[in-house]
């Protein structure tokens, strides 16, 4: 029988990205693999991956998202990638990312 997928978010320090907020810019997103393969798959080039993280990835920020659940759909992950979006912003991070823009207008997109 095959695993349960779960989803998990992330954040990504992008580092020398053009505009920066002073080494506070990230990439947030989603995924149902682990974390560790997602960031591998942005830095590798795959057809899913994220130019701006292969361009400028540094490494995984855990910290921010230490604490938060894991989720059991696709849409319950975009929804609190929206708000960790939120959050992030309030504390000053300039934020880029995936698909939460469909549920984030002013999401900042690739």
């Given at each position: 029988m095959k695993a349960e997928v779960r989803y998990r978010l992330?954040?990504?320090?992008?580092?020398?990205?053009p505009g920066g907020a002073n080494g506070r810019?990230?990439?947030?997103?989603?995924?149902?693999k682990t974390v560790s393969d997602r960031f591998r798959d942005h830095m590798a080039g795959g057809v899913t991956s994220s130019r701006r993280v292969r361009r400028y990835g540094t490494r995984l920020l855990p910290g921010l998202v230490r604490g938060l659940p894991t989720f059991a759909t696709r849409t319950e992950a975009e929804?609190?990638?929206?708000?960790?979006v939120t959050n992030l912003r309030s504390q000053g991070y300039r934020v880029f990312g995936g698909?939460?823009?469909r549920v984030l207008e002013e999401f900042d997109s690739d």
């Open positions: 992330y954040v990504i320090e992008l580092g020398k990205h810019t990230v990439y947030v997103g989603h995924t149902g929804e609190a990638e929206v708000l960790l698909s939460g823009r």
